[in-house]
Structure formats: structure tokens, C-alpha cells
């Protein structure tokens, strides 16, 4: 089945979505549209070629492709491919795959993963990091990465990480270990 597809240029004062209502709207162009999974496979594509922080500047990518799409439709779209919002280490966020989320993980460089590192307390064998809001998935991933012998295990929440130490090693174990496999956090560990 094929279904049309609207190229709109330039985008209608009135609506981003005008059909000649207006006069102002101009050069109209149909395309044709192959089927949901060409949708698809574009979503994919813009989202591992390019920084893309919002759905709507996902939606207007899409629209100047000549996509007619809803919010509604490219927020069933993301959900159906899984997509994810990540901290990009520069205080924003931005769509990732699945399959990138993992290597996001294990191939991001010290500084990347554990940017949203604060600091770190403990009492006992539990350890508390506190992550700038957000940034506590990637810093627990980090940190399971590692595989940090003293380290059993991490929990992240918000902007908390629980962090578990084995029996018979220390929270100066833990933060010496830390310290080894992150070397940029000298000045948050000691």
C-alpha cells in the first residue's frame, strides 16, 4: 500500500502543517512514502548519524525529509525501535539505539562515562556516589564495566549510586581501585 508523504517549504506561519489554507504557503511537493519500516530505518538513521536532543527536533528532521508524521506516531516509532535518552557529557541528553547504549558504556573514555560523578561516601561496605540528576546510570555502568574486584556491585537510582564493596576490602580499597580505572576523579575520591 503506499501512502503520501508532505514536503512543506517553507514551513506555513500558521501551522506546520498548512495544505494551500494559505497563500503564504508555497512549493508543495508529494512524495511518495514506501511503507512504515523506510520510516523507520530514517529514524535510525538520523539518530546515530547526528546529535538529536528532543523529539520535536527529531520531528522537524524528519518533516524536511518529507515525512508527514505526527508526535503521537514518531512517539510509538521510538518506543517500537527502543530508543533511549542518554547524558551526552555535555550537561544535555541525546537519542541513542539500543545496541549503542551498551558500547556508549564500555567504549566511552573515563572522562565521558563518569563526567556526572560528584562525590563519593561510604559507611560500612556500602558506598553512596552522588551523580549530577540523571547521570547515574552511566556512572554505575561505568563502574560494572570496570569489574573492580573490591566492588560487588552498584544500584543507580536518580542522582544516587549505591555502591556494595566485598567483604575484606575497604572504602580506601574501593577508592584506590576507582582512582586506577578513572584516574580524572583524583580530585572527587581524595
Not at 547524558?87 to 567504549?107: E, F, K, Q
Amino acid at each position: 500500500m503506499q501512502i503520501f508523504k508532505l514536503f512543506i517549504t517553507p514551513v506555513c506561519t500558521f501551522s506546520n502543517f498548512c495544505i494551500l489554507l494559505h497563500p503564504e504557503c508555497i512549493n508543495i511537493h508529494l512524495f511518495l512514502m514506501e511503507n512504515k519500516s523506510q520510516r523507520l530505518a530514517e529514524i535510525k538513521r538520523i539518530i546515530q548519524s547526528e546529535h538529536v536532543t528532543s523529539q520535536d527536533e527529531l520531528l522537524q528532521k524528519l518533516i524536511s525529509q518529507g515525512y508527514l508524521i505526527t508526535q503521537a506516531t514518531l512517539s510509538r516509532d521510538l518506543k517500537l525501535l527502543k530508543v533511549a535518552k542518554m547524558p551526552d557529557g555535555g550537561g544535555s541528553y541525546r537519542y541513542v539505539l539500543p545496541n549503542a547504549i551498551t558500547s556508549v558504556h564500555i567504549s566511552s573514555s573515563s572522562k565521558q562515562t563518569m563526567d556526572g560523578f560528584l562525590s563519593i561516601e561510604f559507611s560500612g561496605n556500602i558506598g553512596v556516589i552522588k551523580t549530577v540528576p540523571a547521570f547515574s546510570h552511566t556512572v554505575a555502568s561505568a563502574i560494572d564495566a570496570a569489574d573492580v574486584t573490591s566492588i560487588l556491585g552498584t544500584l543507580a537510582g536518580n542522582d544516587t549510586v549505591l555502591l556494595v564493596t566485598r567483604e575484606g576490602f575497604t572504602s580506601s580499597d574501593v577508592k584506590q581501585a576507582l582512582l586506577k580505572e578513572f584516574p580524572d576523579l583524583i580530585d572527587k575520591l581524595l
